[in-house]
Structure formats: structure tokens, C-alpha cells
């Protein structure tokens, strides 16, 4: 077969990452069988991969000692969990050690006078995908292969969205919202071989088909991208306070904050444009646009990168932040009722695997603040 060496690095790139589709992990297989040469590129590819997830900053949390105590101790009272709802024991490690915290499903203090009861989530729940006609298509119960009226198919596994489009619909470009929800990460390949990666409470607007002289695309929340190169069709991404234009790239982009846009670039170059200014990124690089102050470039920080692990790190921040973060990761919304405690500094890591109670007494543990429920609403004080 004809190779195209594009094409094939494209593929390259989702089976070192987990998401290539069966078809495509043959056509590479075949590929690989006709020129043996590629596999000194794949096994490159795969140890820059693999080196890069054990980076310190990434693979790490601050201190190896720290992170042994605190696993020991989750180890510990599991084996002491008799049944979901407990009072956990005192975690005996100093305020200053770096906290581990994980996440499954809330599960929630029980005071006297105070309401245990699950909190009433602030965001849809549900893994969703709406067409342009309107159809919503609930992703958390249809798995595998999704037949839709235009004949366009779906395949939804492992937290990964693909789709084959019928030949009724290659020549439309109608736009379809993609709904993350909190607690969640996924994966999208789009038509172009573009892989996007989406955040936690993460929607994303996408044509099945490009069709014009663009690739164009809306996020609102956070979305890592790997742009399939296409040099005749510059691939545009949309948020509320401005646009990154690319040809074939790797980059963040975070527009959680109302106002603020933060772009951080991986690999190749991009521009962001603003409604007053044009400014282009050099790998290792970040620029963070605020509606009100302008734009500002400065480093990447890797850091930003760890929700693609699943994990979020808190790096010596005011615990007011925390209720920008834990609605998106948690569903629930919170309120600091202490401002003392509020404009307290901590560090951390929230990880997807484990109690919203881990972070609770974590917190506890750090600042002395306490929580409870109330209303739906988690109270910090």
C-alpha cells in the first residue's frame, strides 16, 4: 500500500495513548508489516511517551516519603472499612506533608443536627452527546456501537468516542455538543483524526464532517489536543474570550474561569487572537488572556497537564479555590463560611479514585477546618 507517513503518525500516536480504533490499530499493524522501518519510529514514539508520563513533576507528587505515608494509611483504613459510610480515623503526618486525595463517589460527614444525605449536584450527571437535530444521546448507558437515523455510527468504549459518517452526511457540516460531566475525563476522535481530550464538567461543540476550507471547534472548560496536521485547513478552536489558530499541534486549553483563557503549548505552534491582539506560542509555553487585564505569556507548567492522568494539583493555593475546583470534579457546590480559613494556603492532589471523604479529612487534617452538609450545599468552616 501507498504510505502516508502523516497518517500514519497520527496512528502512531493514539496506540501509544490507548485510543486507536481496531480498524485503524490494523491498518497500522499492516503498515508496520510492509515497512519495517516504522517500528523503530513506534517504539521511539512510545519510550518519549512513556518518558514524559514519568516526568517528577507529572509522575510524582512533592516528596516520595509523603506520598509512602499517606498510601500506607489509605491502604489501612480500607482494610478497616466495614461498610461505605465511616468515621475515619486521624491521619498522624504532619500539616506540612503533601496530601494524596481520590475520588469514587461522595461520601459525606454525618454530624448531629446536620444533613448526610447525598448534596444535590450542581451539573448534569450524564455522559451526553446532542445532535444538530436536537436528539440527545445519554453516552453513560449506550455503549459500544450507536446506530443514529442518518445512518452515522458511533463507538463508545473505554471512556473514547469515534464515529464512521455515511455518505448522506459527508458532505454536512452541522455542529454536535459533547457533554462532560463532573467526575469524568474523555476522548474524542474527530473526523480529521484530530484527538481531543476533555476535562471534568467539559462541553465540546464539533461538526461530524469538516467540510469548508476550516476545521473549527468550540470548548468551554479544558480540552488537550492533538491537531491532525492538514495545511490547506487551519484547525480554529473556539472559546468565549478568543481563538487558537493551529495547522498541526499539541496543546491545553483551559476556559474554566469566566473571562480567562489559558492556552499552554506542548509540541508545534499556535496563535491566540483575541478581539485586539494576535499572539503566537512557541512550545513551552503558556498564555493566559484575561478579559480585563489583556494577555500575559509565560511558561508552561506541567502541572497543568496532570488532569490528563486524572489528578488535579493544588500547588500551595488559598482554600478559596477549592470551590472553582471540586463542583467541576465533584458535582456539588461549596461554600467556605470562615474567610480565616478561606484565605489558608495548602497543597495537594486530588486523584479520580476514591471519597470525596479523603479530601475532607485531608483538609482537616491541614488547615483544622471543618465540613457538613447542608441543604445540598458542602460547607467548609
Request: hydrophobic share 35%; aromatic share 8%.
Amino acid at each position: 500500500m501507498e504510505l502516508d507517513r502523516d497518517h500514519i503518525h497520527q496512528l502512531m500516536n493514539e496506540k501509544v495513548m490507548g485510543v486507536i480504533s481496531e480498524t485503524d490499530e490494523q491498518h497500522l499493524q499492516n503498515a508496520l508489516k510492509e515497512y519495517p522501518e516504522l517500528q523503530a519510529e513506534l517504539d521511539k514514539l512510545e519510550l518519549e511517551y512513556t518518558s514524559w508520563l514519568d516526568q517528577p513533576a507529572i509522575k510524582q507528587i512533592n516528596s516520595e516519603a509523603a506520598f509512602a505515608l499517606i498510601e500506607d494509611e489509605l491502604i489501612r483504613r480500607k482494610q478497616l472499612r466495614k461498610k461505605r459510610w465511616i468515621t475515619y480515623s486521624a491521619l498522624s503526618v504532619a500539616a506540612t506533608v503533601v496530601l494524596l486525595i481520590f475520588f469514587v463517589y461522595p461520601l459525606f460527614i454525618n454530624q448531629s443536627g446536620r444533613s448526610s444525605s447525598v448534596p444535590k449536584l450542581t451539573f448534569n450527571r450524564t455522559l451526553q452527546l446532542q445532535l444538530s437535530n436536537g436528539e440527545i444521546i445519554d453516552l453513560s448507558t449506550k455503549q459500544n456501537s450507536i446506530t443514529l437515523n442518518s445512518g452515522t455510527q458511533l463507538n463508545n468504549t473505554n471512556k473514547a468516542l469515534t464515529y464512521t459518517i455515511n455518505g448522506n452526511t459527508a458532505s454536512e457540516e452541522q455542529v454536535n455538543n459533547l457533554w462532560i460531566p463532573p467526575g469524568m475525563d474523555y476522548h474524542i476522535k474527530l473526523s480529521d483524526g484530530t484527538l481531543v481530550f476533555l476535562n471534568s464538567a467539559t462541553s465540546l461543540k464539533f461538526p461530524f464532517n469538516f467540510t469548508g476550507n476550516t476545521r473549527e471547534i468550540t470548548v468551554d472548560g479544558e480540552a488537550y489536543l492533538q491537531v491532525a496536521k492538514d495545511p490547506n485547513r487551519p484547525f480554529i478552536l473556539h472559546t468565549r474570550n478568543g481563538s487558537v489558530h493551529v495547522l498541526g499541534t499539541t496543546f491545553n486549553v483551559n476556559t474554566y474561569d469566566s473571562g480567562t483563557v489559558r492556552v499552554s503549548l506542548v509540541d508545534g505552534a499556535v496563535s491566540f487572537e483575541s478581539a485586539d491582539k494576535k499572539t503566537i506560542l512557541r512550545p513551552g509555553q503558556a498564555i493566559t488572556y484575561i478579559e480585563t487585564e489583556g494577555a500575559t505569556v509565560s511558561a508552561l507548567n506541567e502541572n497543568e497537564l496532570l488532569w490528563i492522568r486524572g489528578r488535579y494539583k493544588l500547588d500551595n493555593i488559598p482554600m478559596k479555590e477549592i470551590t472553582k475546583v471540586l463542583p467541576r470534579w465533584y458535582g456539588v457546590q461549596v461554600v467556605i463560611d470562615n474567610q480565616e480559613i478561606a484565605e489558608k494556603r495548602f497543597t495537594g492532589t486530588i486523584l479520580k479514585s476514591e471519597p470525596i471523604q479523603e479530601f475532607l479529612d485531608a483538609i482537616k487534617l491541614t488547615t483544622g477546618a471543618e465540613s457538613y452538609y447542608k441543604n445540598g450545599v458542602l460547607h467548609i468552616h
